[in-house]
């Protein structure tokens, strides 16, 4: 049901989902929906949390890879491209805006969004170790290199004519390139 009520809020939005409508798409009665969750609020923060675990899951595989730091900058940069999955950012881009009005949903999305900058940070830091990367300032790095990512994923996701994904995939690119002391084009 988290699956499901994911899917709807992604395509309806926070303030237009009604529990009628994730009970419908997941083929069971709104009574219970009610049961397993209680109220609306805490069914939103718990698909929310849903979410974020699958989210979660996917930093610790990348974080816990054998992979080489440059490589597992690629991994973190691919999975994380503003271009990425219309249905993950529109879930996400909604759920922050709600999270100033909404103290669970505000939570998780600033533990996710902390994660995210801490393996960026860990990639950074071992590529800087490993004599792959140059870098002064990680956690800066992290936070720029993210800040441009979600930026750009809010311009494709809602003004769609504003930047191709190409183009935002190029700039989150270039700029995690320099931020490390590479060439664009060895990331």
Known sequence: ?????????????FGHTRTVDIARAAGVSQALLFYHFGTKDELFALAFAHAARLHQDLLEEIERSAASPRERLRMLMRRSSPAGSSEGWRLWI????????????EQTSRRLDARGRAVLRGIIEAGVASGDFVCADPES?????????????LQIHVHPKAISRRRATQLVRASAAREVGLNPEDL
Request: with cysteine; aromatic share 6%.
């Open 141 to 153: 790095s992290a936070w720029r290199i993210f800040a441009l990512s979600d930026g750009l994923a």
């Open 1 to 13: 049901m988290l699956r499901t009520a994911c899917e709807v809020i992604a395509e309806r939005g």
């Open 94 to 105: 909604d759920a922050t805006a709600e999270s100033m009005r909404n103290k669970e949903l």
